[in-house]
């Protein structure tokens, strides 16, 4: 301890003497730090909110990542604009911001089932270059089962992170 | 006990054995008599931050007053208001904030200097509110959702601790600059969470660190610390008002 506080002493002493040079090189060093600190007028951040969803099928107590085949996804009352088609193993679904539900159909080969979403909606400032996103907290999902067993809530927060939301299980073949 | 929390124990814990340690090996000299302050200053780096950002506009000023030998109350209050339009939103916030504590100066000092560096602690709220309106999220799905948040309002408290240096550059005028570590311990709770928290920063890190850039005079106070001889085996301090 007694090197540490003659070191301590020595440095003070040495601050001391030399005051006058280094404090305007601090300043200068100060000034400097605060023009490169200037922010970024652009928004670098992810603002786009999805839920993403994983497609599985148990498999000998693990999740085995499962495609859907000639598939199709879209929201319920949006019939005319499908979220994806064709092969599909994951997906990432918009919720709907302006009602506290949303449903989605999912069809694979001749058979549909829905995906219904419940949660409580939050207006989120992000940052003053990228504004404000909505946020999805507490979601609660239902499937109706006619080629989907069931569905697991992984994380009930929908925010802009790439975070997995949901895992559906498929019936195993 | 987080992280963080370690981080600052370990920190203050450190930075007062090093001040008691030092001064047990001070030498018993003469008699001595220093003259303190008060000291009013003001934070220049919030004009600095106008040019950067113009939509924030505030000021700070600090006080401080020695009430024994290298021993400081001080505090430091100011406003800050934030006002935005953008195509996708309108933001306003506004908040005054006070930050009481105290500094020590670790420096042994000639009667005659009056540099320092210090390591301070405060304690410090704000009372703010913020509002957003015309707010549009834009989404190519199901649409764009406009909507707006009511003016919110919040008095959030945190704790600082602060390591610095002011140096007297003429007479009685004082620069200096400080680094802080805000540690937030009532966080808002609110319509809306806050962004930018006035006088603790970005209210979305756990730890923000801000700096300051102080210039103050010094309104020559009699204050007179008087250290007496050492007289058998013993050390006395008696201040003089």
């Known amino acids: 301890m007694k ?30 730090m605060a023009g490169a600190c200037n922010p970024s007028k652009r928004c670098l951040e992810e603002t786009d909110v999805f839920m993403h969803v994983r497609f599985v099928t148990p498999d ?95 994380n009930p927060l929908v925010t802009n992170t790439d975070d997995e939301n949901v895992k559906i299980y498929l019936f195993r073949d | 006990m987080t992280r963080t929390s370690k981080y600052i124990f370990s ?34 780096l919030p004009f600095v931050g106008y040019f950067l950002d113009p939509p924030m506009q505030g000021y700070e000023l600090f006080l401080d007053a020695e009430f024994s030998d290298g021993w400081y109350l001080a505090a430091e209050g100011g406003r800050l208001r934030y006002h935005k339009t953008e195509p996708d939103y309108a933001y306003r916030m506004k908040g005054s904030y006070l930050k009481l504590g105290i500094d020590h100066n670790i420096l042994n000092r000639t009667p005659q ?13 704000v009372d703010m509110t913020h509002e957003a309106e015309e707010i ?34 003429l007479k009685n005028f004082f620069m200096g600059w400080n680094v802080r570590g805000h540690f937030l311990l009532i966080y808002p709770k609110g319509v809306m969470q806050p962004y930018i928290i006035p006088g603790y920063g970005n209210a979305e890190k756990k730890f923000p660190i801000t700096f300051n850039y102080i210039l103050a005079y010094r309104f020559p106070y009699k204050l007179k610390v008087k250290v007496k001889k050492k007289k058998k085996g013993t050390t006395t301090e008696e201040e003089e008002r």
């Open chain 1, 3 to 32: 090197q540490v506080t003659d070191i301590y002493t020595k440095v003070k002493k040495n601050i001391r003497k030399s005051w006058k040079i280094w404090f305007p090189a601090v300043v200068t060093l100060l000034l400097l």
């Open chain 1, 60 to 154: 000998e107590g693990k999740d085995r990542d499962t495609t859907l085949q000639d598939a199709q996804i879209y929201g319920v009352g949006r019939e005319d604009s499908l979220l994806a088609y064709g092969s599909i193993h994951k997906i990432d679904l918009p919720l709907n911001a302006h009602y506290d539900s949303t449903a989605f159909v999912i069809v694979s080969d001749t058979l549909k089932d829905t995906l219904t979403c419940r949660y409580t909606r939050t207006t989120r400032l992000l940052s003053f270059e990228c504004g404000f996103i909505a946020e999805f907290h507490d979601l609660q999902l239902q499937i109706t089962h006619h080629f989907l067993d069931s569905v697991t809530v992984i």
């Open chain 2, 11 to 44: 920190g203050i814990s450190l930075l007062l054995v090093l001040t008691f340690s030092v001064r047990a090996q001070l030498p018993e000299t003469q008699d001595t008599i220093r003259y303190g302050g008060v000291r009013v200053g003001v934070d220049l």
């Open chain 2, 113 to 125: 200097e009056n540099e320092s560096i210090t390591w301070g602690l405060r304690i410090a709220a």
């Open chain 2, 136 to 169: 549009t999220i834009h989404d190519g799905y199901w649409g764009d959702l406009n909507t707006s948040l009511p003016p919110d309002h919040l008095r959030p408290f945190w704790f600082e601790v602060t390591v610095g240096i002011k140096a007297e550059v």
